[in-house]
């Protein structure tokens, strides 16, 4: 499923591939409604934080995954301790206590740290995941504002050679005309007046 921001790019080509429309006597140059373009652009600059945030909740889920595995971890390890303290306090099976406190506390410890590594690496699966994704949408808008500005600044530049062009050959074909000089209407010589 896309982001919204992505969504958001795709209008954007969209609007100016499909509605927008070249310039009178132009190629390049396109006439774009600002309204339009600036509110899909708006949205894109509300809609980038929101996504942000949502991965460093997925982030901060992390810490709530380890604190959860902590605690029980920590839970087993008093629930051990409390069950040694009840064993040894028995003095006709204190050697047998002692060997079983021992042994809920290994295991207690064990399964504890085995909680906290699978905890652990289930967060970083998830944190390396959102890392991972937000790279992905920075990516495919560095590409397409990228592929954008590369296509307009082409066609840009063809534009400028054009006009430029037409404009050498304007000058040089004014420079060819050979106008004659107009003569002053008030003089007139006498002789050329006609009765």
């Known amino acids: 499923m896309s982001s919204r921001i992505e969504q958001i790019i ?3 080509e969209e609007y100016i591939d ?3 429309k070249f310039q009178p006597l132009s190629t390049t140059k396109i006439i774009v409604n600002k309204e ?5 652009l708006r949205e894109l600059r509300m809609k980038t934080p929101d996504e942000i945030k949502r991965y460093q909740k997925i982030i901060a889920n992390r810490d709530a995954i380890l604190a959860d595995a902590q605690a029980k971890a920590d839970a087993m390890i008093e629930e051990a301790q409390v069950q040694t303290t009840e064993l040894v306090s028995e003095h006709e099976i204190m050697q047998q206590a002692y060997a079983q406190a021992n042994e809920i506390v290994t295991q207690a410890t064990a399964q504890a740290q085995e909680i906290i590594d699978n905890a652990t690496t289930d967060a970083n699966a998830i944190r390396i995941g959102a890392i991972q994704y937000t790279d992905d949408l920075m990516a495919n808008a560095e590409s397409i504002i990228g592929h954008t500005l590369d296509s307009y600044t082409t066609k840009y530049d063809g534009l400028i050679s054009s ?3 037409c404009y050498e050959t304007v000058r040089a074909n004014r420079a060819e005309l050979d106008i004659p000089e107009e003569e002053d209407p008030g003089a007139y010589d006498s002789q050329d007046v006609l009765f």
């Open 36 to 40: 339009h373009l600036e509110e899909l």
């Open 18 to 20: 499909r509605d927008c």
């Open 163 to 165: 006009l430029q062009e």
């Open 10 to 12: 795709e209008e954007i």
